[in-house]
């Protein structure tokens, strides 16, 4: 049985992230967990981190007026970030 079917998901592009640690939510796993995850496994740094962060917000999938007011808005809140 495939590892993608063992995790139950049903995705086509499972075998492409599965290999990486990519695995679906479990409880108690949050975003921010991730973000500490990508800083301290991977080393990304505050700049790289909020592109990321812009980057999901300007690609989601959102009428674009929501869209631009969910960049303007994180952006925002990532200018207070030390």
Not at 3 to 10: L, S, V, W
Not at 38 to 55: D, F, S, W
């Amino acid at each position: 049985m495939s590892e993608h079917f063992r995790y139950g998901i049903d995705n086509k592009f499972a075998p492409l992230w599965l290999p990486f640690g990519v695995r679906p939510s479990k409880d108690g796993v949050t975003l921010t967990d991730e973000y500490y995850l990508a800083h301290t496994a991977l080393g990304l740094g505050k700049e790289e981190l909020a592109r990321v962060i812009l980057h999901a917000c300007e690609n989601a999938f959102l009428p674009e007026y929501e869209r631009v007011a969910l960049v303007a808005r994180m952006q925002s809140e990532l200018e207070k970030v030390e």
